[in-house]
C-alpha cells in the first residue's frame, strides 16, 4: 500500500511540481479502519493556483492509472482544490480535479472527469482536519479552515438521504449500514465529532435498540473481514442479507437522524 501510494503521488509530483502545497490521507486508511478487499483510498490534494485543463487532464490520468494498478480490490477517491479555497471554506467547496471509479471510463476515453463544486468535501476536509495525515505539505488544521459544523452535517445528511433513498441500502448494505451509524453519532455527539465507520458502529450498538443489532453486527463483520471478494461482490460481501432488516433500519435511521427535506439544507 505504501509503495502503491508513493508511487501516484510521486508522479503527480513530476505533472504539478511545485504547484502541490499539500497532500493528505483521510478516510480509513488515516484512521486505522482500512480493510483490503472493501475500502478506499481517500486523498485531498491542495495546490496554490488553478489548473489549466492539460494538467487537470493529466492530474485525472495520474489517478487512473494508479486506479488501474492497485493492489487491493478497494479503490480511491481523490480531490485537488486551490489552497485559496481550502483557507475560505464555502460550501459546497469548488475544486479543480475529482477522481473516483465511477469517472474512471471518462478519464479513459481523454476527459478530465467532473468539475465545479462538491458538497461532499465538506466532509472529507472535516475527516482530514480531525483524524487525516500530512503525506506533503502542513497539517491538514493549518492547510484547511474549519468547516462550520452546519456544512459537515448537511453533508452527511445528503449521504444519508441517499442511503435511505430507493434501493441504495439493499445494493451496497455495509455501506449503507455503517455510514448511517455515523450521521446518527455525529447528530447526537455535535461539534468535534469525527467517528469512523468502525466506531460508529461499536457507538450504535451501545446506544440504539436492539432490535436494529442484528443487522449492524453483519455489516461491521462483513466490512471487517478479510476473505478476498470479487468487485462484484465488494458491495455486499457475498453475504446474504435480510431484507426485511435492513429496511426497517433504513426507517428508523432517517427518522433517528431527521433528515430534512433538500430545499432546507445548506
Known amino acids: 500500500m505504501r509503495e502503491w501510494v508513493e508511487g501516484t503521488l510521486a508522479e503527480l509530483r513530476d505533472l504539478l511540481d511545485e504547484r502541490i502545497a499539500g497532500v493528505y490521507l483521510h478516510g480509513s486508511l488515516a484512521t486505522g479502519g482500512y480493510y483490503r478487499p472493501k475500502s478506499d483510498l481517500d486523498l485531498l490534494v491542495v495546490v496554490d493556483e488553478p489548473l489549466p485543463e492539460r494538467l487537470r487532464r493529466g492530474s485525472a490520468r495520474v489517478f487512473l492509472d494508479a486506479f488501474d494498478r492497485r493492489p487491493t480490490t478497494g479503490g480511491i477517491e481523490v480531490s485537488i482544490v486551490q489552497a485559496r479555497h481550502a483557507r475560505q471554506f464555502v460550501h459546497p467547496l469548488p475544486y479543480e480535479v475529482h477522481f473516483s471509479e465511477r469517472w474512471a471510463a471518462e ?3 481523454g476527459g478530465a472527469g467532473p468539475a465545479g463544486a ?5 466532509a472529507h476536509v472535516t475527516l482530514a482536519r480531525g483524524r487525516g495525515i500530512s503525506l506533503h505539505g502542513p497539517a491538514a488544521a493549518d492547510a484547511f479552515e474549519p468547516v462550520p459544523h452546519e456544512a459537515f452535517l448537511a453533508s452527511i445528511l445528503d449521504d444519508l438521504d441517499w442511503i435511505t433513498s430507493g434501493d441504495n441500502i439493499l445494493e451496497s448494505p455495509f455501506y449503507c449500514v455503517l455510514s448511517a451509524c455515523r450521521v ?3 447528530r447526537s455527539e455535535g461539534p468535534g465529532s469525527v467517528p469512523s465507520k468502525e466506531e460508529a458502529a ?8 436492539v432490535e436494529q443489532h442484528e443487522v449492524i453486527h453483519d455489516a461491521l463483520d462483513c466490512y471487517r473481514s478479510s476473505a478476498p471478494v470479487s ?8 453475504h446474504t442479507w435480510d431484507v426485511e432488516a435492513l429496511t426497517r433500519f433504513k426507517a428508523y435511521a432517517r427518522a433517528a437522524a431527521e433528515v ?3 430545499d432546507t439544507r445548506l
Not at 462538491?118 to 465538506?122: E, G, V
Not at 461499536?202 to 435498540?209: K, M, T, V, Y
Not at 468487485?231 to 457475498?238: K, L, S
Request: glycine residues 4%.
Open 260 to 262: 430534512p427535506d433538500r
Open 231 to 238: 468487485p462484484e461482490q465488494r458491495r455486499t460481501h457475498g
Open 202 to 209: 461499536e457507538w450504535a450498538l451501545a446506544r440504539l435498540p
Open 107 to 109: 478519464v479513459r476515453a
Open 118 to 122: 462538491d458538497p461532499d468535501l465538506a
Open 184 to 186: 446518527l453519532q455525529v
